[in-house]
């Protein structure tokens, strides 16, 4: 029965429309350099929380492995995070493609949103979507690995 009722309240949820979607193509894995974001809402020890609805996003370094699951729901299975990070954040993974040379490589840092928001994602489209975008640029990603939680 619930199943039903979240069906219809996502069903009437307003949802953004674009005048057009851009498109790139990318080039073979094997030349790519891949990057993970998540809505896990990662973060280290001694990070401030991630607030309600908070669109800001962290930057992890790809050497760094000591990151903890700070996304405040209690809607999800935690389990599958505690018992491999790489469940929600696949670094491993990338690393383990990356030495078998089916990506060309890992990306030097990788992003965390929180992933609670109103039903607009504003603040993500306008502001830290564009500016996270801009260091995933920077850093010479062409292709993202998106982990939604």
Known sequence: MADKAIRKWVADRPVPEFDSTPFV?????SECTVAI??????RRDGDTGWG???????VFERAERDIKLGHPSPNFDRSG????????YPIDR?????????????APQHLTFMGAQD?????????????AAKILKDGGVNVVILTPV
């Open 94 to 106: 990338l690393e383990e493609m990356a030495a078998e040379g089916i990506i060309g490589g890992v």
């Open 37 to 42: 974001v998540t809505t896990a809402g990662l």
């Open 119 to 131: 039903e607009t994602m504003n603040t993500m489209r306008m502001d830290t979507g564009p500016a």
């Open 81 to 88: 995070y505690a018992a491999d990070m790489n469940v929600v």
């Open 52 to 58: 309600k609805q908070d669109a800001s996003f962290r």
């Open 25 to 29: 193509e990318a080039p073979p894995l």
